[in-house]
């Protein structure tokens, strides 16, 4: 799901006047909880230009201040919170969700971490929450860690794993749901590590808008964007021609599966479970000098 498309609206800057400039990915969890919103249902909702972007796109548009709103990994929060603020609502946080660790071998699922050793692995960015939960799960499970990490695109690392390219792949979205097909086998889930390790959901995409656009239009967005999700789930069926429009040819019942499993009432609300899921994410990150430390207030929403 690399591509970029723009939806509607006009270049408008800011969005003083116009739309505002918004990226998050085709995939069915963003498109279902934007739908209302890009479409112009949500009343008093600012309009919307959208862009589709992979969230390794939107992590590196974000680093250099692109676009108004974007759908990025918590993990680079720390690099763009200064021009950012972290929206309360529209990500991405859940349990049993989490991203796999997957191997060719027969036998290997629930096998030791150990069998990573000095393997190759692939991962679909260094700059993702993915990244930092496996990082996170190898400093306690894998002796002498990982030997080298190659960065690929996500619908790249299950060919790569098949074919011998790499040792094993670490995989997120629907990718749970379609290992098999390609005859693969989950080693660990970084996701139930997490949970088991911390008690708290798992903090996967996160929703930012720049903290230029002011106090007051920030809660506008994170009105307009908890509205969106709950019209979605108010009518379902709504939101299905732009979820299966941009899903890539995406068996629907894989879509609803991904909806299913990635929007919930942390993408309404993030809450107090949500907010210490993130710190915690990143503090414990920052321990291992995977990414820089957070300032006390960094978080904080207007």
């Known amino acids: 799901m690399s591509s970029t498309d723009s939806d509607s609206g006009s270049d408008t800057g800011t969005g003083v006047g116009g739309p505002l400039k918004i990226a998050f990915s085709p995939c ?37 201040g692109e676009l108004d709103i974007l759908k990025v990994s918590y993990a680079v929060l ?24 997957l191997t060719r071998e027969s036998g290997t699922s629930g096998a030791s971490g150990a069998s990573l050793s000095g ?3 692939a991962v679909p960015s260094e700059r993702s929450t993915a990244y ?7 400093a306690d499970e894998v002796p002498g860690g990982v030997g080298e990490v190659v960065v690929m695109p996500f619908h790249e690392i ?10 094993a792949g670490l995989v997120i979205h629907e990718a749970r749901f379609t290992y098999q097909e390609y005859g693969l086998h989950c080693l660990a889930d970084m996701g139930e590590h997490w949970e088991a390790t911390t008690g708290l959901p798992i903090p996967l995409g996160a929703i930012i808008a720049k903290r230029s656009l002011g106090e007051e239009t920030l809660r506008v967005l994170a009105e307009s964007a908890t509205a969106s999700v709950r019209m979605a789930w108010d009518d379902t069926e709504a939101s299905r021609p732009y979820v299966m429009e941009h899903a ?3 068996d629907p019942a894989v879509a609803d599966q991904h909806i299913g499993l990635y929007v919930n009432e942390f993408t309404a609300d993030l809450g107090e479970d949500g907010y210490a899921a993130v710190r915690g994410l990143l503090t414990r ?4 000098g995977l990414v820089p430390p957070l300032r006390p207030d960094a978080l904080a929403f207007p």
């Open 285 to 288: 990150a920052a321990a291992e």
């Open 78 to 101: 720390p690099w763009v919170l200064e021009e950012y603020a972290l929206l309360p609502c529209g990500g991405a946080l859940g349990r049993g969700c989490g991203p796999l660790v």
């Open 132 to 138: 930092l939960l496996f990082r996170l799960w190898a």
């Open 119 to 121: 393997k190759t692995v």
């Open 28 to 64: 069915p969890n963003d498109t279902f909880a934007f739908d209302a919103w890009a479409h112009g249902r949500v009343p008093g909702a600012p309009p919307l230009d959208v862009t589709f972007a992979d969230i390794d796109i939107t992590n590196g548009m974000a680093e250099r």
């Open 158 to 167: 299950m060919p790569a794993v098949r074919d011998g390219k790499v040792d």
């Open 248 to 250: 890539q040819e995406m």
